[in-house]
């Protein structure tokens, strides 16, 4: 750190009152970064792992609900600090920043910080007065504080969370399922697609043809007693029947993740929405809800896009088959309402995730406020 760095970092509050030996003690562990104007560099819903500390420039923190609205909660400059909550608490960024001009800025890991909180403890000090300054400030406002209380309650009972997220063929579910994965730090991801791979690798088709074919020509195989002239209920109900047939599979995935007390998103067409009901919920964070395409032509033009970038899944089975793929979302949207699942148009990955992140929030508030 050059001398001029050296002069930004003793005018940060949080360092306030250090003796010199403690300055140079948190000058080698951080890492200064320049960062150009119009730079996000916290993003709303990531994992907590790094304090930032403004050495020059300005910066805004804010929020974007679903219809892009923002709310700016505060603008900040040089001698300031951000994400020491969120990192304390290991709760998610409940608020993006962005610069509004060219800017330093002087980045702690959380290790980092917490070694520095060890070795000079007025650090320590200053953190507990700029903790409650920020709890009585208006920019933050008693929603994002309860935002951050619910989050750390939650990281702190050790609970796993179990993301169930369920959709028809081509709604973007592996899609939303990896990026919030990447967002909330969680290591685990099943596809129901993968597991019914593997289920009938070891279940001949004679026993349960259902789970050889795709969803949507379940129904070509399994007629479970229904009228051979009514199609529609036919499809339903071989649909339900892979879906069935597959739902132990699905339980003993989730029922290892709780005895692990390991977080686990599991995404696939056969996610019910009355899974959510049938769990056990004191063993863990349950949060489910259902992604959809609210529009014929996109879910074609993602077909054939798909078809494209990937030939493997050429877009022509699915375009012949769409009339039954709309026919189970329409029915999964009805049994979402039925059981309270909140049903997602994903017609924008970021809002999804925002939309996401909102949902699972007030799951943990519910749970833990």
């Not at 951050?148 to 028809?168: D, E, K, N, Q, T």
């Not at 070509?220 to 199609?231: F, R, T, Y």
């Not at 979402?336 to 949902?359: C, H, K, M, Q, Y």
């Amino acid at each position: 750190m050059n001398p001029e760095d050296f002069k930004r970092l003793k005018r940060i509050r949080l360092f306030a009152g250090l003796s010199a030996p403690e300055f140079e003690t948190v000058a080698s562990r951080g890492t200064v970064r320049n960062v150009r104007r119009n730079t996000v560099f916290i993003e709303r819903g990531e994992a907590s792992t790094t304090l930032y500390l403004i050495l020059s420039g300005k910066v805004k923190v804010y929020t974007v609900d679903a219809q892009r609205n923002e709310q700016v909660l505060s603008i900040q400059g040089p001698g300031e600090h951000l994400g020491e909550f969120a990192l304390l608490t290991d709760a998610v960024r409940t608020a993006s920043a962005i610069t509004l001009e060219d800017s330093q800025l002087m980045i702690l890991s959380r290790r980092e910080f917490v070694e520095c909180l060890s070795e000079c403890p007025q650090i320590a000090l200053n953190l507990d007065d700029s903790l409650a300054e920020r709890a009585l400030s208006p920019d933050i406002g008693e929603k994002v504080a309860a935002q951050y209380r619910a989050w750390s309650r939650f990281r702190r009972s050790g609970l796993p969370m179990i993301v169930l997220v369920g959709g028809c063929t081509g709604t973007g579910k592996s899609t939303v399922a990896a990026e919030l994965a990447l967002r909330l730090d969680i290591g685990r991801i099943q596809s129901t697609d993968i597991l019914r791979a593997v289920v009938r690798l070891f279940v001949p088709e004679r026993q349960a043809p259902e789970l050889h074919v795709s969803s949507y020509e379940a129904w070509q195989v399994s007629n479970g007693g229904m009228n051979e002239h009514d199609l529609d209920a036919r499809l339903i109900a071989g649909f339900r029947a892979q879906s069935d047939t597959l739902s132990a599979t699905v339980d003993a995935v989730i029922k290892r993740s709780v005895k692990e007390r390991a977080s686990i998103i599991i995404e696939g067409i056969h996610i019910h929405p009355d899974y959510y009901r049938r769990m056990i919920q004191e063993e863990a964070v349950v949060v489910s809800f259902l992604l959809i395409n609210p529009s014929t032509e996109k879910l074609k033009k993602h077909f054939l896009r798909r078809g494209e970038l990937v030939p493997s899944r050429g877009a022509t089975r699915y375009i012949e088959n769409f009339s039954a793929i709309w026919q189970i979302q329409d029915y999964l949207v009805d049994e979402a309402e039925r059981f309270g699942v909140p049903s997602i148009p994903n017609t924008d990955v970021d809002e999804t995730l925002l939309t996401v992140i909102d949902i699972i929030t007030e799951r943990l508030e519910e749970r833990f406020l």
